[in-house]
């Protein structure tokens, strides 16, 4: 398809698990995708990885968890590609510890990068949506955002933030074509989860109704939904898609 009449959709995050079968999903659907991402290095390989694999990404860096930093960023796709149509907030760390023993760094880290992100890239988006009354803003939740997680008082905070987050910008551009959801994976095989020592993650497996980690590419379908333009109607909503772990 014609590049100028492609969507552009930004994802942040882009390298990782998720973020990578999100932006193959948003290109497969005919999007032109623009790849945020902060570690040039891993970027390199990853571009290159994916152009072997038949994808071709617009690289964008910026470190989302500084606000100057996400508006440069915006600034070099707009004048590189173009107005963004598709916001996938999707960047994320964890820094897991006990709350007795989580330093001061490990939740200012976890709320920057999970939380503060949102803002900043919502905030430096929001009135080039609201200009061209149209908007697709996905923000990539957890399953530890509506239940309590051992080991993950800031990320629970920050991922949990998001929704009430969600619901206001939603009622708030609700008339200018924007649509805000929030969708809340479970356990899915990337490294994040992989991280989690065996035993621990077996357990946690262990209590997954279906008996397995979520795929990438089944999150980053749900993604494709959201961000179509038939999902108009859709807002202030918040998808779980954890293997039914978590049922509310
Ligand atoms: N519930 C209650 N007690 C628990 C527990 C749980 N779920 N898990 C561990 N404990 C207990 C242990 O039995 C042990 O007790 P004792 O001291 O009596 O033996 C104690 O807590 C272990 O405490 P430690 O101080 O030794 O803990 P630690 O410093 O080794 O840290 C941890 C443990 C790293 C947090 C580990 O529990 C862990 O990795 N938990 C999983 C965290 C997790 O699920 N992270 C998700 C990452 S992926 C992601 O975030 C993506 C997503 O959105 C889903």
Known sequence: MDNNNRRIALVTGSTGG??????????????????????PDKAKKWYEAQQAAGYTFDMFQGNVSDYE????MVKEIE???GSVDVLVNNAGITRDRPFHKMS?????AVIATNLTSVFNCCRHLIDGMRTRNYG???????VNGQRGQFGQANYSAAKAGMHGFTKTLAVETARKGITVNTISPG???????????????NQIIEGIPVGRLGGTEEIAHL???????????ITGA??????GQHMY
């Open 69 to 72: 930093s996400v508006g440069m």
């Open 18 to 39: 998720l973020g990578t079968a999100i932006c193959q999903k948003l290109h497969d659907e005919g999007f032109r995708v623009a790849a945020n991402f902060n570690n």
């Open 136 to 142: 697709r803003i996905i923000n990539i939740s957890s």
């Open 223 to 233: 993604v494709s939904f959201l961000a179509s333009e038939k999902a108009g109607f």
């Open 79 to 81: 004048e590189k590609i």
């Open 104 to 108: 001061k760094e490990d939740w200012d």
């Open 187 to 201: 356990y899915v095989a990337t490294d994040m989860v992989m991280a989690v020592a065996e035993e621990v993650r």
């Open 238 to 243: 918040n998808y779980a898609i954890n293997g």
